[in-house]
């Protein structure tokens, strides 16, 4: 897909004055589309995440992408977008944890410790072999995420992710939630709660892989959880913690593009972005304490 | 599940447990069970913790490895609508979620952060147990006995045939006692079939049609005022039945000799 005309449009308004004036690179534009791509479906998915106890399930899922990215470059694909390998590797790490989770009796915190410390030890070893190989800088992208790097084919498999996600997941919402109270509840109420469990962590890693490029591996799983998290604190329904979730999420990552440029500070865009998260929470949790203090 | 709010009730079904085993591990839970209930009976199971009320239950539900027979026989041509009140549901006591987002969860598919759908009558479901006023309380704020009602009105969405209870009076003050009372008319009067897990026996007494004591095997089976004497009900709760497969350990050693 080329996004020519759009980012020209965009460049377009910047120039004009419209919109802030570092749009006028077009590498930002395309930052910029996939932050406003990233930010409502992991605000929106972080919901679940946070409901269903998986926030540190999907951290993990997050940094199994630098294994996949070494992996990636092992057998020789791009390293700016090594897809096949880090879709591969962590489809194949998410359910391999899911599927020890069930047939053994560790609690998943233990059990998804053991799994990332492994995960992280054979990524680690296999990019300093290949040190060698490739410019060690890229390393910085892969765990932090560039703006710099956004090229239209990251921005396709970016969207066509995030809308198999949505298609998925809208529908699903309900009977994802409910799995988590109480299954037998759910399977009377035909809920394939087994098969949702898989269903829903497969969501959680691909939409997380397709978000490297931007937040990086490191910070990746942040995105579905602060958010989230913000929103559950100031929220009394579904409705408004769902919204907050991706109104959080979006204006951190828009936030976490765009002010680094803006402002010329040399930090990435995956840490800004969290950083933009993690103020908003800790904004959230400010108005809770305060509007809500009496209640403990 | 959903769809079948509109006809005109059909009945409950019959359920027939014949000759239903289940062990976990070494342990004997359930051991030749043997039951039927009635079409629109309110059938209690009663019996000491342990006793494998709820294994029962499970087993009913498909949810538990089991051998023999579990068989639901419906009226019509296809299942009717099954409920099941849970004794609790697990979730975070903060989550932002609603008498009415919870309910919307649990009965409806369009995404309940969009809101109720308005075809189905929450109201309703809600007043019927005293819960109408708390529509828009957090789910999670609810003292046990809120919560228990809550679980019980998803039980009424849609219209049941058959309700399976697990022990639904535990947390229920005397109002909610009363409104669950006015449930069980309800569902009789309806023909709806009622498989009751109890612990509390003045209650199954007063409004149960039949009820079966259970611990491991079954004990009596027939109607509460005949079947909760003294005698029976002492019998029930004071056998200690072997909770282990008598002769599993020689078993075992016969097992290795062979080896």
């Known amino acids: 897909m080329s996004f020519d005309g759009l980012r020209l449009l965009i460049q377009g308004w910047a120039g004009a004055g419209l919109l802030p004036s570092g749009l006028a690179h077009g590498f930002l534009v395309n930052a910029l589309l996939s932050g406003l791509v990233i930010g409502p479906v992991l605000g929106g998915l972080g919901t679940l995440v946070v409901t269903k106890r998986l926030a540190f399930f999907s951290e993990a899922v997050g940094h199994a992408a630098l294994t996949g990215v070494a992996i990636g470059i092992l057998v020789g694909e791009p390293y700016t977008g090594p897809y096949a390998s880090l879709f591969g590797y962590c489809l194949l790490f998410a359910i391999l944890v899911n599927y020890t989770r069930n047939r053994?009796?560790?609690?998943?915190?233990?059990l998804i410790g053991v799994f990332l410390s492994v995960?992280?030890?054979?990524?680690?070893s296999l990019l300093l072999i290949l040190?060698?190989?490739?410019?060690?800088?890229?390393?910085e992208n892969v765990l932090f995420g560039s703006v710099l790097t956004v090229d239209d084919r990251d921005l396709t498999v970016l969207l066509a992710v995030a809308a198999g996600v949505v298609l998925v997941m809208l529908p699903l919402f309900n009977r994802l939630l409910l799995a988590s109270f109480n299954p037998a509840l759910a399977r009377v109420r035909g809920v394939p709660v087994k098969g949702l469990d898989y269903l829903f962590i497969v969501l959680i890693t691909v939409v997380t892989v397709a978000s490297v490029k931007i937040i990086g591996a490191i910070l990746v799983g942040a995105l579905l959880v602060i958010p989230a998290a913000a929103a559950r604190v100031v929220a009394s329904s579904l409705r408004g913690f769902f919204l907050l979730s991706i109104a959080f999420a979006s204006v951190a990552a828009v936030a976490g593009i765009l002010l680094p440029v803006q402002l010329s500070l040399p930090v990435p865009s995956g840490g800004a972005i969290i950083l933009a998260a993690g103020a908003l929470f800790l904004g959230a949790l400010l108005v809770r304490l305060v509007t809500r203090g009496e209640e403990g | 599940m959903s769809g079948?709010?509109?006809g005109t009730p059909k009945g409950g079904p019959a359920i027939l447990f014949d000759r239903v085993d289940l062990t976990l591990g070494r342990t004997v839970i359930l051991d030749q069970v043997s039951l039927r209930v009635e079409p629109g009976a309110v059938h209690a199971v009663v019996g000491p913790n342990g006793g494998g009320k709820?294994?029962?239950i499970r087993a009913l539900l498909g949810q538990a490895p089991h051998r023999g027979m579990v068989r639901l026989d419906w009226p019509g041509e296809a299942p009717g609508v099954t409920a099941y009140v849970p004794q609790a549901v697990e979730f975070d006591r903060g989550l932002p979620m609603t008498v009415e987002d919870f309910l919307a969860v649990l009965c409806q598919r369009r995404p309940a952060f969009l809101g109720p759908d308005r075809r189905i009558d929450y109201g309703a479901a809600l007043e019927r147990v005293g819960m109408a006023g708390k529509r828009r309380r957090r789910f999670g704020a609810l003292s046990g006995g809120e919560r228990q009602r809550v679980l019980l009105a998803q039980a009424l969405i849609p219209a049941p045939d058959l309700v399976i209870l697990d022990e639904p009076m535990t947390a229920l003050d005397e109002t909610g006692c009363t409104i669950f009372e006015e449930l069980l008319a309800d569902f009789?009067?309806?023909?709806?079939?009622?498989?009751?897990?109890?612990?509390?026996?003045a209650q199954v007494?007063?409004?149960a049609?039949?009820?079966?004591?259970?611990?491991?095997?079954?004990?009596f089976d027939g109607p509460p005022p005949a079947m909760l004497s003294p005698d029976r009900v002492l019998d029930l709760f004071s056998a200690v039945p072997r909770r282990t497969t008598g002769n599993a350990g020689d078993a075992r050693v016969v097992e290795r000799a062979a080896l």
Do not use: K, P, Q, Y
């Open chain 2, 54 to 56: 709820s294994s029962l």
């Open chain 2, 209 to 219: 049609t039949r009820v079966s004591g259970l611990n491991r095997r079954v004990l």
């Open chain 1, 131 to 139: 040190a060698s190989r490739v410019n060690i800088h890229i390393l």
């Open chain 2, 188 to 201: 009789r009067a309806a023909g709806t079939t009622v498989l009751w897990v109890e612990h509390d026996l």
């Open chain 2, 4 to 6: 079948n709010t509109g």
């Open chain 2, 205 to 207: 007494r007063r409004l």
């Open chain 1, 119 to 124: 995960s992280l030890a054979l990524g680690a």
């Open chain 1, 104 to 110: 053994s009796d560790l609690t998943s915190d233990t």
